[in-house]
């Protein structure tokens, strides 16, 4: 369950506890099994977690490791992620941070002021990460305004042979004249070397785009276009 905060009301800042909680504040390993790579835990997204470290019996004793200020003011709504020790998260503004997970220490930010989204504002609920099955090549996806971006996870700069320098307009690519002003509040889903998505706005249909380029692979129109079924069931002029 989502907990909404009115913006402006506190400072975020992210505790240990949350996704990097540890025992008697004793940092976990950076172990595969102990990562979060996946949007509230999964494709199920159900917020389960096998590991059992933490129980009923000691969850009592739970401290504090360490805290990280965004600097942002606002509501913070994202599921963070834990991929190979490192944590990532998006601020209320935004931004992306790359966190130890054991120790709170940052890595790197990317600021979306200096990117062709330009600066960013409003809830978002996580990140997407990507990694090829070799682990020689990874992706980290965020939305800010009309824009799909690519970071690379190491460094948290733009991938620039993905779209156009890194980005890609959400308006783009929908079979319609125009670009319409789509968003994307929730992260998409990765099948194999596919990011789905479907985002805010427009004319609604889910899409499936290269992970490394960015090109459209498919898209799922929600109301059918003329050929596509189920078509006849909506008046002629629906999809347009």
Do not use: C
Not at 24 to 45: F, H, I, N, Q
Not at 67 to 92: C, F, H, R, S, W
């Amino acid at each position: 369950m989502t907990h909404r905060t009115p913006a402006g009301l506190f400072r975020t800042a992210l505790h240990a506890r949350i996704l990097s909680g540890v025992l008697l504040a004793a940092a976990l390993p950076a172990a595969a099994d102990s990562d979060w790579p996946v949007y509230l835990g999964g494709k199920e997204r159900n917020l389960y977690s096998g590991l059992k470290q933490i129980h009923k019996g000691n969850v009592k004793d739970l401290k504090v490791a360490w805290t990280y200020e965004t600097g942002d003011k606002g509501e913070y709504q994202a599921n963070n992620l834990i991929v190979g020790g490192v944590l990532y998260t998006p601020t209320p503004t935004r931004k992306v941070v790359a966190l130890d997970a054991a120790t709170g220490k940052e890595r790197w930010t990317w600021d979306p002021a200096t990117s062709v989204a330009g600066a960013g504002k409003g809830r978002q609920r996580g990140l997407v990460h990507w990694s090829s099955q070799d682990g020689s090549e990874a992706r980290l996806f965020t939305a800010v305004g009309n824009h799909l971006l690519a970071l690379d996870p190491a460094t948290g700069k733009l991938v620039e042979s993905f779209g156009e320098k890194g980005a890609i307009p959400l308006g783009k690519g929908l079979d319609r004249e125009g670009t319409p002003n789509v968003g994307l509040n929730t992260p998409g889903v990765i099948h194999k070397d596919l990011l789905i998505i479907r985002g805010f706005g427009g004319p609604g249909a889910v899409r499936a785009l290269d992970v490394r380029t960015g090109e459209r692979k498919w898209i799922f129109h929600l109301i059918p276009r003329p050929g596509e079924v189920g078509h006849d069931t909506w008046p002629p002029e629906a999809y347009k």
